[in-house]
């Protein structure tokens, strides 16, 4: 994984057109756009020119996905280093937002809790789920994909509030306990007065990782651990903020479902 050097671009007004060229660096307005001070970008090595006052929406752009890969970049860096492993404490992600890219969808088998199991198969069969090895019911792959998951890449479970638990809760866990004896308070997560630990799962790092803010992140994870204490809760920071009307997925769910 290589995050590629971000070079800032200028426009110029003359007579007859606007030309657009390389700069020296990102502006302060620009910075400042994404929440960054002069001696921050340059401690991450971005070039700055304080001499230009303008800011071009481009190079702001540009900034936003410098950094959602930078960020990816220092968390892969600490998944696969041996003191984390598979899970990262939530500190180390600095920012998360569900891009409703639906790639967990594509990559994990979705284990039913009981009553999951049971209110699914009621409704659609039991021609949508399989038994792993384990022995535990999860929902059925077609074509290496969820069996629900549509034609948009999102969820067709979710607008009728029927989508697993732990579909709602990925990429987080949340413990009671820290999961290693040497963490240093870095998955540490205090809510309502309660201690929590939360990692972040890196078996297939989350495209979200970086996106959004980190105050979107703290709303996130006490979303999380109030799903986990109530699986029948909304989620609203926790998923995608895709202005897709439900109305206009849910004959899609059908159409899958007789596919099997």
């Known amino acids: 994984m290589v995050v590629e050097p971000l070079k800032a671009v200028v426009k110029r007004r003359s007579v007859t057109a606007i030309r657009t060229s390389m700069g020296r660096g990102l502006s302060r307005a620009e910075l400042k756009d994404v929440g960054m001070f002069v001696g ?11 001499r230009r006052s ?3 929406e481009e190079n702001v752009g540009m900034l936003k996905e ?3 890969g930078f960020r990816m970049l220092s968390v892969h860096r600490a998944a696969t280093s041996m003191s984390f ?3 990262v404490p939530w500190r180390r992600i600095g920012a998360w937002s569900c891009l409703g890219c639906g790639g967990c969808c594509t990559h994990f088998r979705v284990v039913l809790r009981p009553y999951e199991y049971a209110l699914l198969t009621e409704v659609y069969g039991h021609g949508i789920i399989r038994i792993d090895s384990m022995g535990s019911p999860c929902l059925k792959r077609v074509g290496n994909k969820c069996i629900f998951q549509d034609n948009y890449g999102l969820c067709a479970l979710q607008p009728l509030r029927m989508k697993p638990l732990a579909c709602k809760v990925w990429p987080f866990a949340v413990c009671s306990e820290p ?4 963490e240093n308070g870095e998955a540490l997560f205090v809510y309502k007065g309660r201690d929590y630990y939360v990692h972040i799962d890196m ?3 989350c495209r979200g990782i970086g996106a959004g803010t980190r105050e ?9 651990i109030e799903l986990q204490q109530n699986p029948a809760n909304p989620q609203i920071h926790s998923t995608s903020t895709s202005t897709l009307s439900p109305v206009s997925r849910i004959p899609l769910i059908g159409q899958v479902v007789r596919a099997v």
């Open 54 to 56: 303008l800011k071009h």
């Open 216 to 224: 979107k992140l703290h709303s996130t994870i006490a979303e999380v």
């Open 85 to 87: 492993g598979r899970y």
């Open 40 to 50: 921050e970008a340059r401690k991450l090595g971005l070039m700055v020119d304080e």
């Open 179 to 182: 999961k290693r004896k040497h």
């Open 203 to 205: 078996s297939y790092p």
């Open 66 to 68: 410098w950094l959602r």
